[in-house]
T-cell receptor, first 113, second 115 residues
Framework: GESVGLHLPTLSVQEGDNSIINCAYS??????FIWYKQESGKGPQFIID?????DKRQGQRVTVLLNKTVKHLSLQIAATQPGDSAVYFC????????????FGTGTRLTIIP | KAGVTQTPRYLIKTRGQQVTLSCSPI?????VSWYQQTPGQGLQFLFE???????NKGNFPGRFSGRQFSNSRSEMNVSTLELGDSALYLC??????????????FGNGTRLTVT
């Protein structure tokens, strides 16, 4: 079946450095992608999203890149802070507005002070 | 604006019992979705409601059911609980599915433990 996967389960980054979290997806019909951050004891928190008609979108300290050719998604976090430590999930859906998201397995990001 | 509110936060039940979880979406949000999160399976879609109608359903047995009320609040029910139903149940809401700037916003979940 279709799945969304992550290349690395854990990532440690020095505070102040940039981090990149990667995600591969297999559903070629996917047209909407979202990154979520989940801290311990909390639900996933929306970070940024991107539609398939775009290849890059920027937010505050975050950038999402989409490469549809190789079905790859990445989340870049600039100037990481201790509060960025969390598990990050990518999610996709094959029908924009379809709330049935398929989530990746997650990457645990640890910021080293 | 208050976020998605889920009650209760924690619940302990015994095998064979049933349970009802509650979700209040963000004010103005009309779509409510439910997800199950476990260490082994990750986040999995259960079902989605919009205007009191189930729009989508995931691959879960019929023991899992839900409903949405006219005020957009939602409940999910699990009957004949099994040990494997132990999980974090997450509710998410969005304004109107299919519109721009309407991503899912999640609550902090209900942690269900089945003994």
């Amino acid at each position: 079946g279709e799945s969304v996967g992550l290349h690395l389960p854990t990532l440690s980054v020095q505070e102040g450095d940039n981090s990149i979290i990667n995600c591969a997806y297999s559903n070629s019909a996917s047209d909407y992608f979202i990154w979520y951050k989940q801290e311990s004891g909390k639900g996933p928190q929306f970070i940024i999203d991107i539609r398939s008609n775009m290849d890059k979108r920027q937010g505050q300290r975050v950038t999402v890149l989409l490469n549809k050719t190789v079905k790859h998604l990445s989340l870049q976090i600039a100037a990481t802070q201790p509060g960025d430590s969390a598990v990050y999930f990518c999610a996709e859906t094959s029908n924009f507005g379809n709330e049935k998201l398929t989530f990746g397995t997650g990457t645990r990001l640890t910021i080293i002070p | 604006k208050a976020g998605v509110t889920q009650t209760p936060r924690y619940l302990i039940k015994t095998r064979g019992q049933q349970v009802t979880l509650s979700c209040s979406p963000i004010s103005g949000h009309r779509s409510v979705s439910w997800y199950q999160q476990t260490p082994g399976q990750g986040l999995q879609f259960l079902f989605e409601y919009f205007s009191e109608t189930q729009r989508n359903k995931g691959n879960f047995p019929g023991r899992f059911s839900g409903r949405q009320f006219s005020n957009s609040r939602s409940e999910m029910n699990v009957s004949t609980l099994e040990l494997g139903d132990s999980a974090l149940y997450l509710c998410a809401s969005s304004q109107i599915p299919g519109t721009n700037n309407s991503p899912l916003h999640f609550g902090n979940g209900t942690r269900l433990t089945v003994t």
